[in-house]
């Protein structure tokens, strides 16, 4: 059963940082394309970021230069560096994982598995 648990979401300021996680059971993180997407109030969920078996990474072009994303394999952990945040980046963020079977394809794989999502605020 694969299970993936975000944590990290805050309310901050606009110009601040947070650190997103995503712990990851059931697979392996090293293996397997990872991201996370996010979902602004009202609106369709998104892909922010994802990250591909040997480490290879894409973002949307609205993160590029702000926001990292990287993987422990050892402790199967995905993470979500977000630097100079905007009010616009307020959203709720999840963490997927690759599923041949998934129905949401963004960077070239289809992402199948959700965590339950974690809320970033960013205030003006």
């Known amino acids: 059963q694969v299970q993936l648990v975000e944590s990290g979401g805050d309310s901050v300021q606009a110009g601040g940082s947070l650190r997103l996680s995503c712990v990851a059971s059931g697979l392996t993180t090293s293996g397997d394309c990872m991201g996370w997407f996010r979902q602004p109030p009202g609106k369709e969920r998104v892909g922010v970021s994802g990250i591909r078996t040997y480490g290879t990474t894409d973002y949307a072009d609205s993160v590029k230069g702000r926001f990292t994303i990287s993987r422990d394999n050892a402790k199967n952990t995905l993470y979500l560096e977000m630097n100079s945040l905007k009010p616009e980046d307020t959203a709720m963020y999840y963490c997927?994982?690759?599923?041949?079977?998934?129905?949401?394809?963004?960077?070239?794989?289809?992402?199948?598995?959700w965590g339950q999502g974690t809320q970033v605020t960013v205030s003006s």
């Open positions: 997927a994982a690759e599923n041949p079977s998934g129905r949401t394809y963004w960077v070239g794989r289809n992402f199948g598995y």
